[in-house]
């Protein structure tokens, strides 16, 4: 499907059409659909925010970052928990702090992806935080934890 059926999709589909085409888009690496799907993380669809939040993460767009930030705050897990991972693969160091207060949602699921974006943009700062997590209720957090932290002493 061309770039221009995506993005109309994507801005007059059905809910799932719309979401599609946000996947599509970033699996294109379709750089000029940056706008649309910044456009499309206040889609009133839980499942498009997540995907564009996604997409923009495959495309790298660091003009996305501020916007991503902002969905670290969505009342759907899966929305935020697509932010935090988009913001680690765009390597995003001005959204350390956000990464950081996001260690502290309610969704185990958040914290993990949080965990590995700090892991993937590193730092200090980002291993303090992230050891707070070792302890973790949720095991699979505690886990993903320790493999981050070791992988964040082995780059300072």
């Not at 995907?51 to 969505?74: M, Q, T, Y």
Request: glycine share 8%; proline share 4%.
């Amino acid at each position: 499907m061309g770039y221009e059926k995506l993005i109309k999709n994507l801005k007059e589909g059905f809910g799932l059409t719309r979401s599609e085409a946000a996947v599509e888009l970033g699996r294109l690496r379709e750089k000029r659909a940056t706008k649309a799907l910044i456009e499309a993380l206040n889609d009133p669809n839980a499942g498009v925010r997540s995907n564009a939040a996604f997409a923009l993460g495959e495309l790298g767009s660091r003009e996305a970052v501020p916007h991503l930030v902002k969905v670290l705050k969505d009342p759907e897990e899966r929305a935020r928990k697509s932010s935090a991972k988009a913001l680690g693969m765009i390597g995003a160091e001005e959204a350390l702090s956000p990464l950081i207060e996001a260690l502290a949602d309610i969704s185990y699921r958040v914290r993990k992806s949080a965990v590995r974006s700090l892991g993937q943009i590193g730092g200090p700062k980002a291993l303090r935080a992230v050891e707070q997590l070792l302890s973790d209720p949720e095991i699979i957090v505690a886990d993903t934890a320790r493999m981050t932290v070791d992988q964040l002493r082995e780059k300072l």
